[in-house]
């Protein structure tokens, strides 16, 4: 099953990465921040978004 949801990642990340390239001025910070999750997530991280100092 770990496989299937790799997979299911890696083709959301394909997806979100192809968006960002052909739209770079569009407003993509939440397709950006989803990014940086399924990153961490097919690396084997948390999927926790990066904290940001307040």
Known sequence: MA???RE??????R???DRVE?????DLSE????IVVLQQLIRGGTGDPPQHPS
């Open 22 to 26: 052909h739209h770079p001025s569009a």
């Open 3 to 5: 496989t299937s949801v």
């Open 8 to 13: 299911t990642w890696q083709k959301e990340l």
């Open 15 to 17: 997806i979100l990465l």
């Open 31 to 34: 397709e950006r921040q989803r």
